[in-house]
Protein backbone atom coordinates (compact mmCIF):
# COMPACT_ATOMS: atom_id res chain seq x y z
CA UNK A 1 0.00 0.00 0.00
CA UNK A 2 2.77 2.04 0.17
CA UNK A 3 2.61 3.68 -3.29
CA UNK A 4 -1.06 4.32 -2.23
CA UNK A 5 -0.38 6.11 0.87
CA UNK A 6 2.05 7.97 -0.34
CA UNK A 7 -0.28 9.64 -3.65
CA UNK A 8 -2.84 10.73 -1.41
CA UNK A 9 -0.32 12.78 1.39
CA UNK A 10 1.58 13.97 -1.75
CA UNK A 11 -2.29 15.16 -2.81
CA UNK A 12 -3.12 17.13 0.30
CA UNK A 13 -5.40 14.41 1.93
CA UNK A 14 -5.59 12.73 5.20
CA UNK A 15 -5.11 8.89 5.16
CA UNK A 16 -6.37 6.15 6.46
CA UNK A 17 -4.47 2.88 6.11
CA UNK A 18 -6.21 -0.55 6.34
CA UNK A 19 -4.12 -3.37 5.70
CA UNK A 20 -4.62 -7.01 5.20
CA UNK A 21 -5.10 -9.21 8.33
CA UNK A 22 -2.10 -11.19 7.53
CA UNK A 23 0.05 -7.91 7.02
CA UNK A 24 -0.50 -5.38 9.94
CA UNK A 25 3.62 -5.68 10.84
CA UNK A 26 4.56 -4.67 7.65
CA UNK A 27 1.83 -1.19 8.02
CA UNK A 28 3.01 -0.22 11.17
CA UNK A 29 6.67 -0.05 10.19
CA UNK A 30 5.50 2.50 6.74
CA UNK A 31 3.43 4.55 9.19
CA UNK A 32 5.81 4.54 11.60
CA UNK A 33 8.39 5.42 9.24
CA UNK A 34 6.46 8.35 7.79
CA UNK A 35 5.68 9.54 11.09
CA UNK A 36 9.19 10.00 11.66
CA UNK A 37 9.74 11.62 8.06
CA UNK A 38 7.84 14.10 9.83
CA UNK A 39 4.17 13.25 8.27
CA UNK A 40 1.74 14.69 11.12
CA UNK A 41 -0.02 11.71 13.28
CA UNK A 42 -3.59 13.39 12.47
CA UNK A 43 -2.60 13.30 8.71
CA UNK A 44 -1.85 9.56 9.12
CA UNK A 45 -3.30 7.15 10.68
CA UNK A 46 -3.25 3.22 10.59
CA UNK A 47 -6.59 1.05 11.48
CA UNK A 48 -5.74 -2.58 11.60
CA UNK A 49 -8.57 -5.50 12.03
CA UNK A 50 -9.96 -8.17 10.12
CA UNK A 51 -12.93 -7.42 7.31
CA UNK A 52 -15.39 -5.78 9.48
CA UNK A 53 -13.19 -2.94 10.00
CA UNK A 54 -12.50 -2.05 5.98
CA UNK A 55 -16.19 -2.69 5.09
CA UNK A 56 -17.16 0.05 7.66
CA UNK A 57 -14.13 2.62 6.57
CA UNK A 58 -15.86 1.90 3.23
CA UNK A 59 -19.32 2.74 3.71
CA UNK A 60 -18.09 5.95 6.11
CA UNK A 61 -19.68 9.40 4.36
CA UNK A 62 -16.53 10.69 5.57
CA UNK A 63 -14.27 8.93 3.08
CA UNK A 64 -13.79 10.09 -0.53
CA UNK A 65 -11.59 8.51 -1.97
CA UNK A 66 -10.90 4.48 -1.56
CA UNK A 67 -7.48 3.07 -2.84
CA UNK A 68 -7.78 -0.97 -2.49
CA UNK A 69 -5.49 -3.56 -3.52
CA UNK A 70 -6.50 -7.27 -3.36
CA UNK A 71 -9.23 -9.81 -4.73
CA UNK A 72 -11.91 -9.21 -7.42
CA UNK A 73 -14.40 -10.71 -5.02
CA UNK A 74 -13.27 -8.13 -2.45
CA UNK A 75 -12.51 -5.33 -4.59
CA UNK A 76 -16.67 -5.53 -6.45
CA UNK A 77 -17.92 -5.33 -2.79
CA UNK A 78 -16.05 -2.31 -2.33
CA UNK A 79 -17.44 -0.75 -5.30
CA UNK A 80 -21.05 -1.71 -4.54
CA UNK A 81 -20.96 -0.11 -0.77
CA UNK A 82 -18.93 3.01 -2.08
CA UNK A 83 -22.09 3.33 -4.80
CA UNK A 84 -24.09 3.89 -1.45
CA UNK A 85 -24.69 7.60 -1.49
CA UNK A 86 -26.11 8.99 2.71
CA UNK A 87 -28.20 11.99 3.47
CA UNK A 88 -25.11 12.85 5.49
CA UNK A 89 -22.84 12.35 2.48
CA UNK A 90 -22.43 15.34 -0.22
CA UNK A 91 -19.95 13.89 -2.58
CA UNK A 92 -19.95 10.69 -4.42
CA UNK A 93 -16.80 7.97 -3.55
CA UNK A 94 -14.24 7.40 -6.14
CA UNK A 95 -12.72 3.72 -5.85
CA UNK A 96 -9.17 3.01 -7.46
CA UNK A 97 -8.61 -0.73 -7.50
CA UNK A 98 -6.05 -2.83 -8.11
CA UNK A 99 -7.39 -5.96 -8.24
CA UNK A 100 -6.99 -10.02 -9.27
CA UNK A 101 -6.48 -11.67 -12.76
CA UNK A 102 -5.84 -14.94 -14.39
CA UNK A 103 -3.02 -13.72 -16.49
CA UNK A 104 -2.06 -16.02 -19.93
CA UNK A 105 1.77 -16.26 -21.37
CA UNK A 106 0.93 -17.09 -25.33
CA UNK A 107 4.09 -18.73 -26.87
CA UNK A 108 4.14 -18.94 -30.55
CA UNK A 109 5.71 -21.33 -32.91
CA UNK A 110 9.04 -19.48 -33.94
CA UNK A 111 9.56 -18.48 -30.04
CA UNK A 112 12.84 -18.80 -28.24
CA UNK A 113 12.48 -21.46 -25.25
CA UNK A 114 15.50 -20.63 -24.34
CA UNK A 115 14.31 -17.21 -23.24
CA UNK A 116 10.72 -18.34 -22.81
CA UNK A 117 10.78 -20.99 -20.03
CA UNK A 118 13.22 -19.13 -17.47
CA UNK A 119 10.32 -15.54 -18.06
CA UNK A 120 7.62 -18.36 -17.62
CA UNK A 121 8.85 -20.24 -14.60
CA UNK A 122 9.94 -16.50 -12.65
CA UNK A 123 6.79 -14.83 -13.18
CA UNK A 124 4.78 -17.92 -12.48
CA UNK A 125 6.49 -18.85 -8.98
CA UNK A 126 8.46 -16.14 -7.77
CA UNK A 127 6.92 -14.69 -4.54
CA UNK A 128 4.91 -18.46 -4.82
CA UNK A 129 2.79 -17.11 -6.78
CA UNK A 130 1.34 -14.56 -4.51
CA UNK A 131 1.46 -11.26 -6.87
CA UNK A 132 -1.77 -10.66 -8.68
CA UNK A 133 0.49 -10.07 -11.87
CA UNK A 134 1.81 -13.57 -11.82
CA UNK A 135 1.37 -16.07 -14.99
CA UNK A 136 -1.07 -18.38 -14.47
CA UNK A 137 -1.49 -19.98 -17.66
CA UNK A 138 0.61 -20.72 -20.55
CA UNK A 139 -1.08 -21.11 -24.04
CA UNK A 140 1.45 -22.53 -26.12
CA UNK A 141 1.68 -22.98 -30.05
CA UNK A 142 0.95 -27.07 -30.40
CA UNK A 143 4.16 -26.63 -32.77
CA UNK A 144 5.98 -26.47 -29.43
CA UNK A 145 3.91 -27.40 -26.54
CA UNK A 146 5.12 -30.92 -26.43
CA UNK A 147 9.29 -29.66 -25.99
CA UNK A 148 7.92 -26.27 -23.93
CA UNK A 149 6.13 -28.39 -21.36
CA UNK A 150 9.28 -30.76 -21.10
CA UNK A 151 11.26 -27.81 -20.19
CA UNK A 152 8.98 -26.53 -17.85
CA UNK A 153 8.54 -29.44 -16.12
CA UNK A 154 12.29 -29.91 -15.85
CA UNK A 155 12.77 -26.72 -14.11
CA UNK A 156 9.50 -26.86 -12.21
CA UNK A 157 10.79 -30.06 -10.15
CA UNK A 158 14.31 -28.23 -9.01
CA UNK A 159 12.61 -25.16 -7.92
CA UNK A 160 13.99 -24.61 -4.26
CA UNK A 161 11.84 -24.49 -1.83
CA UNK A 162 12.16 -22.72 1.94
CA UNK A 163 12.12 -19.75 3.92
CA UNK A 164 12.14 -16.61 2.63
CA UNK A 165 15.34 -15.74 4.42
CA UNK A 166 17.31 -18.14 2.86
CA UNK A 167 19.53 -16.65 -0.51
CA UNK A 168 18.81 -19.84 -2.32
CA UNK A 169 15.23 -20.15 -1.66
CA UNK A 170 13.23 -19.58 -5.05
CA UNK A 171 9.55 -20.47 -3.24
CA UNK A 172 8.72 -18.82 -0.24
CA UNK A 173 5.93 -20.54 2.20
CA UNK A 174 2.40 -18.75 1.25
CA UNK A 175 1.00 -16.01 3.83
CA UNK A 176 -1.10 -18.20 5.69
CA UNK A 177 -2.68 -21.37 6.61
CA UNK A 178 -5.89 -20.27 4.91
CA UNK A 179 -3.66 -19.58 1.87
CA UNK A 180 -1.95 -22.77 1.95
CA UNK A 181 -5.60 -24.77 2.51
CA UNK A 182 -6.82 -22.90 -1.30
CA UNK A 183 -3.77 -23.67 -3.19
CA UNK A 184 -4.36 -27.34 -2.16
CA UNK A 185 -7.57 -27.14 -3.14
CA UNK A 186 -6.66 -26.45 -6.74
CA UNK A 187 -4.33 -28.36 -6.88
CA UNK A 188 -6.22 -31.27 -5.99
CA UNK A 189 -8.96 -30.35 -8.95
CA UNK A 190 -5.78 -29.85 -11.02
CA UNK A 191 -5.11 -33.56 -10.74
CA UNK A 192 -8.70 -34.69 -10.69
CA UNK A 193 -9.17 -32.43 -13.73
CA UNK A 194 -6.48 -33.32 -15.81
CA UNK A 195 -2.63 -34.42 -14.72
CA UNK A 196 0.08 -33.12 -12.73
CA UNK A 197 3.09 -32.50 -15.49
CA UNK A 198 5.70 -31.43 -12.67
CA UNK A 199 5.97 -30.77 -8.95
CA UNK A 200 8.81 -29.48 -7.21
CA UNK A 201 10.45 -31.65 -4.21
CA UNK A 202 12.18 -30.92 -0.43
CA UNK A 203 9.46 -28.22 0.79
CA UNK A 204 9.64 -28.33 4.36
CA UNK A 205 7.23 -30.60 6.13
CA UNK A 206 6.34 -27.66 9.01
CA UNK A 207 4.59 -24.45 7.88
CA UNK A 208 2.48 -22.82 5.14
CA UNK A 209 4.71 -24.51 1.88
CA UNK A 210 3.15 -25.29 -1.43
CA UNK A 211 5.38 -27.07 -3.92
CA UNK A 212 5.31 -25.28 -7.46
CA UNK A 213 3.69 -27.54 -9.91
CA UNK A 214 3.00 -27.63 -13.37
CA UNK A 215 -0.94 -28.89 -14.50
CA UNK A 216 -1.80 -30.29 -17.72
CA UNK A 217 -4.47 -31.51 -19.78
CA UNK A 218 -6.89 -29.75 -17.89
CA UNK A 219 -10.70 -30.15 -18.42
CA UNK A 220 -11.67 -26.74 -20.19
CA UNK A 221 -14.30 -26.51 -17.52
CA UNK A 222 -12.05 -27.01 -14.45
CA UNK A 223 -12.12 -23.79 -12.52
CA UNK A 224 -8.18 -23.70 -12.08
CA UNK A 225 -8.39 -22.24 -15.64
CA UNK A 226 -11.02 -19.32 -15.00
CA UNK A 227 -10.46 -18.61 -10.99
CA UNK A 228 -7.20 -16.82 -9.38
CA UNK A 229 -5.52 -19.71 -7.58
CA UNK A 230 -2.86 -16.90 -5.93
CA UNK A 231 -0.61 -19.31 -5.70
CA UNK A 232 2.27 -21.39 -7.08
CA UNK A 233 0.19 -23.47 -9.67
CA UNK A 234 0.81 -23.25 -13.46
CA UNK A 235 -1.27 -24.75 -16.33
CA UNK A 236 -0.36 -25.20 -19.37
CA UNK A 237 -1.98 -26.53 -23.16
CA UNK A 238 -1.83 -26.26 -26.50
CA UNK A 239 -3.62 -23.98 -28.92
CA UNK A 240 -3.86 -24.19 -32.66
CA UNK A 241 -2.66 -20.87 -33.29
CA UNK A 242 -2.05 -17.52 -31.99
CA UNK A 243 -5.74 -16.42 -33.00
CA UNK A 244 -6.83 -19.05 -30.43
CA UNK A 245 -4.83 -18.36 -27.91
CA UNK A 246 -6.39 -14.42 -28.25
CA UNK A 247 -9.59 -15.95 -27.88
CA UNK A 248 -9.06 -17.96 -24.83
CA UNK A 249 -7.66 -14.35 -23.27
CA UNK A 250 -10.85 -12.47 -24.16
CA UNK A 251 -13.14 -15.73 -22.73
CA UNK A 252 -11.60 -14.55 -19.26
CA UNK A 253 -13.49 -11.53 -17.14
CA UNK A 254 -9.63 -10.59 -16.46
CA UNK A 255 -7.58 -8.55 -17.79
CA UNK A 256 -4.39 -7.67 -15.93
CA UNK A 257 -1.07 -8.71 -17.36
CA UNK A 258 -0.27 -10.98 -20.19
CA UNK A 259 2.79 -11.90 -22.31
CA UNK A 260 3.49 -12.97 -25.59
CA UNK A 261 6.95 -15.37 -26.69
CA UNK A 262 6.90 -14.60 -30.79
CA UNK A 263 9.61 -13.46 -33.14
CA UNK A 264 7.24 -12.13 -35.55
CA UNK A 265 6.73 -8.16 -35.47
CA UNK A 266 3.73 -8.92 -37.23
CA UNK A 267 2.00 -11.17 -34.40
CA UNK A 268 3.60 -8.81 -32.02
CA UNK A 269 1.19 -6.39 -33.16
CA UNK A 270 -1.68 -8.23 -33.74
CA UNK A 271 -1.66 -9.52 -30.15
CA UNK A 272 -1.19 -5.82 -29.05
CA UNK A 273 -3.88 -4.80 -31.06
CA UNK A 274 -6.05 -7.51 -29.35
CA UNK A 275 -5.21 -7.92 -26.11
CA UNK A 276 -7.77 -6.56 -23.22
CA UNK A 277 -4.95 -6.78 -20.63
CA UNK A 278 -3.49 -3.28 -19.14
CA UNK A 279 -0.26 -4.46 -19.05
CA UNK A 280 1.20 -6.72 -21.85
CA UNK A 281 4.90 -7.92 -21.94
CA UNK A 282 6.52 -9.57 -24.91
CA UNK A 283 9.68 -11.74 -24.66
CA UNK A 284 9.59 -11.32 -21.47
CA UNK A 285 8.33 -11.74 -17.80
CA UNK A 286 5.13 -10.44 -16.81
CA UNK A 287 5.49 -8.93 -13.36
CA UNK A 288 7.93 -6.26 -12.36
CA UNK A 289 6.61 -3.43 -13.50
CA UNK A 290 8.44 -0.02 -12.98
CA UNK A 291 6.80 2.88 -11.79
CA UNK A 292 7.09 6.16 -14.45
CA UNK A 293 8.03 3.40 -17.39
CA UNK A 294 5.60 0.67 -16.77
CA UNK A 295 2.33 2.01 -15.21
CA UNK A 296 0.17 -0.80 -13.80
CA UNK A 297 -3.16 -1.69 -13.74
CA UNK A 298 -5.84 -4.12 -15.12
CA UNK A 299 -9.06 -3.91 -17.35
CA UNK A 300 -12.67 -5.61 -17.06
CA UNK A 301 -12.53 -7.18 -13.31
CA UNK A 302 -9.07 -6.35 -12.82
CA UNK A 303 -9.17 -2.75 -12.19
CA UNK A 304 -10.90 0.52 -11.71
CA UNK A 305 -9.38 3.71 -11.66
CA UNK A 306 -6.31 5.28 -13.45
CA UNK A 307 -2.68 2.93 -13.86
CA UNK A 308 -0.34 3.31 -10.89
CA UNK A 309 2.75 4.82 -11.77
CA UNK A 310 1.42 6.55 -14.75
CA UNK A 311 1.04 10.12 -15.56
CA UNK A 312 -2.40 10.99 -14.25
CA UNK A 313 -2.38 8.60 -11.73
CA UNK A 314 -2.65 11.56 -8.73
CA UNK A 315 -5.60 13.30 -10.33
CA UNK A 316 -7.62 11.01 -8.54
CA UNK A 317 -6.84 11.79 -5.38
CA UNK A 318 -7.86 15.55 -6.13
CA UNK A 319 -11.51 17.09 -6.92
CA UNK A 320 -10.19 19.17 -9.81
CA UNK A 321 -11.97 22.70 -10.25
CA UNK A 322 -11.68 25.17 -13.68
CA UNK A 323 -11.27 29.28 -13.00
CA UNK A 324 -12.61 31.36 -15.56
CA UNK A 325 -11.53 34.94 -14.97
CA UNK A 326 -12.57 38.12 -17.28
CA UNK A 327 -9.02 39.63 -16.92
CA UNK A 328 -10.77 42.52 -19.20
CA UNK A 329 -12.53 44.69 -16.40
CA UNK A 330 -12.76 48.50 -15.79
CA UNK A 331 -9.98 49.14 -13.08
CA UNK A 332 -9.44 47.38 -10.04
CA UNK A 333 -9.72 47.60 -6.38
CA UNK A 334 -7.85 49.71 -4.26
CA UNK A 335 -6.25 46.86 -1.18
Given at each position: ?7 A ?12 E?SP?C ?40 AF ?5 V??D???A???T ?13 M ?9 S ?14 A ?30 A??V ?11 E????I???A ?22 G ?6 F ?29 V ?7 E ?14 SR????V ?5 R ?20 P ?5 R ?6 A ?7 Q ?14 G????
Amino acid sequence: PAGMVAAALATGNAVVLKPAEQSPGCALALVEALHGAGVPPEALALLPGIGDAGAALVRHPGVHVIAFTGSSAVGLDIVRAAAQTPDEQPHLKRVVAEMGGKNCLIVDSDADLDEAVPAIVGSAFAYAGQKCSAAARVLAHEAVYELLVERLAGAVEVLAVGQAERFATEVPPVIDQEAHERVERYAAAAAADGRIAARATGAPEEGFFCPPMLACDLDPSSEVLSEEVFGPLLSAEPVESVEAACEVVESLPFALTGGLFSRSPATVEAVARRSPVGNLYVNRAITGAMVGRQPFGGNRRSGAGSKAGGPDYLLQFVDQRVLTENTMRHGLVAE
